[in-house]
């Protein structure tokens, strides 16, 4: 008896568990092996309070999530794990939890990136009914959003890949990083990520929500943070 085609599919693709092998199986055990792992899960948590308490670009993030009614708890929402070797980071829609990967992410501004760039999947998550498991276009949406905002392509970033140019190097940087993102967890072709990315690519671009504009560096999110911070000071003088 038929297990339907969209069911075997379902079973087939992992949506990107493999990559977080702490997802998925409840081997480790405290006290065993995992004990030398300490000291990454206790530096991965300290540089998460750091990112969330002084990044403008978290603290804005968290700032709309509560005012949208998600608001997030370290202690609920982040979990640091060890992952492969690909990855820093990931959101899991199904437990609304954000991995960090301690044994990827060894400094305190890639931390920041990471943060933000998975609040951004989280801020998407809280705002709109994405189906992250079978609507393409969604995750592809979430994906450029999170390429574009969270300073993964500022031109600093890019100047230490080597990759140079400006404005059309900064959509170029996006459009790469989001395809990447999504061959990382989806098995598809090259071609078929390419044209989900294409079709949705101008619209999620030019969505800056909760920013108000692209935040091309800690400056620029520092004034985003500002302009967030006093937007009911503004439509009460109104």
Avoid at 17 to 33: A, C, N, T, V, W
Avoid at 192 to 220: L, M, T, W, Y
């Amino acid at each position: 008896a038929a297990q339907t085609a969209a069911e075997s599919k379902q079973k087939e693709e992992d949506f990107g568990y493999g990559l977080y092998p702490e997802r998925s199986s409840s081997k480790f055990k405290q006290g065993s092996i995992g004990e030398s792992l300490f000291t990454f899960k206790h530096k991965c948590h300290i540089m998460l309070q750091v990112a969330m308490d002084t990044s403008p670009y978290a603290k804005l993030l968290l700032g709309a999530m509560k005012s949208s009614g998600c608001t997030v708890y370290k202690d609920r929402h982040f979990s640091c794990e060890d992952c492969d070797g690909t990855v820093s980071g990931g959101f899991d829609a199904a437990t609304s939890q954000i991995v960090l990967c301690q044994n990827n992410i060894h400094q305190q501004a890639h931390m920041n990136r990471v943060v933000t760039h998975e609040l951004i999947h989280a801020f998407d998550h809280c705002r709109a009914r994405v189906d992250w498991f079978s609507n393409f276009r969604h995750l592809a949406c979430s994906e450029i959003r999170a390429a574009n905002l969270s300073g993964d392509c500022s031109f600093v970033n890019e100047i230490s890949r080597f990759n140079f140019g400006l404005k059309e190097h900064h959509q170029a940087c996006v459009r790469g990083r989001a395809l990447r993102s999504i061959l990382a967890v989806r098995k598809v072709s090259r071609e078929e990520a390419e044209q989900v990315v294409d079709e949705v690519f101008d619209s999620c671009f030019h969505d800056h929500a909760p920013f108000g504009r692209i935040p091309h560096n800690k400056k620029d999110a520092k004034f985003a943070y500002r302009d967030y911070e006093n937007r009911d000071r503004y439509y009460a003088n109104l």
